[in-house]
């Protein structure tokens, strides 16, 4: 539900209304609901993210075999868009009706049959895939509105075939151009997840998965002027036994 997702760079330079990217606490969370915000968020404009692919999730895609792939929060499609192109069996699940219908006309632009790729249009905190998948990622799932992030995180793991896969990205300090950037450290309004932090989240019984990457990567990408800026990524790469 694009609750991530700074993909890259922005279409557009960020308005008052981008979503900021650190892990507000409880009480600093605007009484708004997910499905309203997000669906505000994307209706309120032509486009909101790039249409490029998020590299990590292309860099791990490329070195396991296609099969089924799920993207948790797929925002206008382009991680799910490379998968389909890529010999993969994908399904993207957006909270954002209009984010799905610009995904599915993207895929549908690009000529992508309705049998290797789709979109779903569902809040994740209750949408149950009804199947399991190869690979299952979750990229820039921050919220600037309540979202039960970690309970979503837990199901995503059920949603993972046995062998299969379950990246998780997320930002690891916020971009360069972000007022959080400016803001003095410790407060818990501004805390991104460790690797380690996720992984304690997600409470897998270590005889059922294994870790293949926790650690933090750096990336550039253009700030919203077009400038290039260093991002720092927390990405955690299971594999279920």
Excluded: K
């Excluded at 797929?74 to 991680?79: N, S």
């Excluded at 870790?211 to 990408?221: G, L, N, Q």
């Excluded at 400038?227 to 790469?237: G, N, Q, T, Y």
């Amino acid at each position: 539900m694009s609750t991530h997702r700074h993909r890259e760079a922005p279409a557009s330079p960020p308005t008052a209304s981008s979503p900021p990217t650190a892990r507000p606490r409880e009480e600093d969370w605007p009484d708004v609901a997910a499905a309203d915000f997000w669906e505000e968020r994307y209706a309120g404009s032509d486009q909101v993210w790039s249409g490029r692919a998020n590299r990590t999730v292309t860099d791990v895609a490329a070195g396991l075999t296609p099969g089924r792939a799920l993207d948790l929060g797929c925002g206008e499609g382009a991680d799910v868009i490379w998968l389909a192109r890529h010999g993969w069996d994908a399904t993207g699940v957006d909270i954002s009706p209009t984010a799905v219908r610009r995904a599915t006309a993207a895929a549908e632009t690009l000529g992508l049959a309705a049998e290797v790729i789709r979109f779903h249009a569902a809040d994740l905190s209750s949408w149950t895939a009804g199947r399991q998948y190869d690979l299952v990622t979750a990229s820039f799932l921050h919220s600037p509105v309540q979202l039960p992030r970690e309970a979503i995180l837990r199901r995503a793991a059920e949603f993972v075939a046995p062998g299969g896969h379950l990246l998780v990205v997320a930002h690891a300090a916020p971009p360069p151009w972000s007022t959080h950037a400016h803001e003095h450290e410790g407060g818990p309004a501004h805390q991104f997840p460790t690797p380690q932090e996720e992984l304690d989240v997600l409470a897998l019984d270590p005889t059922d998965w294994s870790t293949a990457v926790a650690e933090i990567r750096s990336r550039t990408a253009a700030d919203p002027d077009g400038h290039e800026a260093v991002l720092e990524d927390s990405v955690l790469l299971l594999r279920r036994r």
